[in-house]
């Protein structure tokens, strides 16, 4: 497979093809493919560090791509480097590159998680908990991070409940209780304290009806 470098060509997919004697013999990333030029001669020992060397390099666009959209758990990036094909010990060198420049880290990844949802979209603290499992988070840092910033859950119940009773309004009350009641429910709150928020909703409501008068 070795030979001399005959020529160098972009590609549309932003690889490079590589020619040798003539004939179009493999493709690398443009990072690996400036490490070359036409003439340069190649053995079958440089070629295959060549293309291992691209591999990692693949893995690390792909992965940096992946990232781009929304911070990831370590187990979130190595299950969809496998899904585009990666082995084992590629998948493992790129999470290693990535820790070193701290873009994967549990840790920070579940302190986002918390902060965001607890912002736009809240849950109960055992909601967050099992999201957060399903991501591959170990366990110990999720409750040490649940630990360091406990979520409110009656003000998050009540907020929710609120924002959700305004969409719920014109119903009987059997039907409003229902709903909100299995609203709640699904984003972890236990029963106990969608009792409590229900009776919060339903003193504020008679109030205000006592108030308007």
């Given at each position: 497979?070795?030979?001399?470098?005959?020529?160098l060509?972009?590609?549309?997919s932003?690889?490079?093809?590589?020619?040798l004697d003539?004939?179009?013999?493999f493709?690398?990333t443009?990072?690996?493919?400036?490490?070359?030029?036409?003439?340069q001669v190649?053995?079958?020992?440089?070629?295959?560090q060549?293309?291992?060397?691209?591999?990692?390099?693949?893995?690390?666009?792909?992965?940096?791509?992946?990232?781009?959209?929304?911070?990831?758990?370590?187990?979130?990036?190595?299950?969809?480097l496998?899904?585009?094909?990666?082995?084992?010990?590629?998948?493992?060198?790129?999470?290693?590159?990535?820790?070193?420049v701290g873009l994967?880290?549990?840790?920070?990844?579940a302190?986002?998680?918390?902060?965001?949802r607890?912002a736009?979209?809240p849950r109960s603290r055992?909601?967050l908990?099992?999201?957060?499992?399903?991501?591959?988070?170990?366990?110990?840092?999720?409750r040490?991070?649940?630990?360091e910033?406990?979520?409110?859950?009656r003000?998050l119940?009540?907020?929710?409940?609120?924002?959700?009773?305004?969409r719920?309004?014109?119903?009987?009350?059997?039907?409003?209780?229902?709903?909100?009641a299995?609203y709640?429910?699904?984003r972890?709150?236990?029963g106990?304290?969608?009792m409590e928020?229900?009776?919060?909703?339903?003193?504020?409501?008679?109030?205000?009806?006592?108030a308007?008068?």
């Open positions: 497979m070795g030979g001399r470098i005959t020529g060509r972009a590609l549309k932003g690889r490079v093809a590589v020619y003539g004939r179009r013999a493709r690398l443009a990072v690996e493919a400036a490490r070359l030029r036409p003439g190649l053995t079958d020992e440089e070629i295959r060549l293309l291992d060397r691209d591999l990692l390099e693949q893995a690390h666009e792909i992965a940096l791509r992946f990232l781009s959209y929304r911070p990831r758990s370590e187990r979130e990036v190595a299950d969809y496998r899904r585009k094909g990666f082995d084992a010990r590629t998948v493992e060198a790129e999470l290693e590159r990535l820790r070193r994967v880290d549990d840790w920070a990844f302190r986002f998680w918390v902060e965001n607890t736009f979209r055992r909601a908990q099992a999201e957060l499992r399903r991501k591959g988070v170990p366990l110990a840092i999720i040490e991070v649940l630990q910033s406990p979520p409110d859950e003000a119940a009540l907020r929710l409940a609120r924002e959700r009773a305004q719920l309004r014109g119903l009987d009350p059997l039907t409003f209780r229902r709903r909100l299995g709640l429910a699904r972890g709150f236990d106990e304290l969608v928020i229900l009776r919060t909703l339903e003193h504020e409501e008679d109030e205000r009806l006592s308007e008068g």
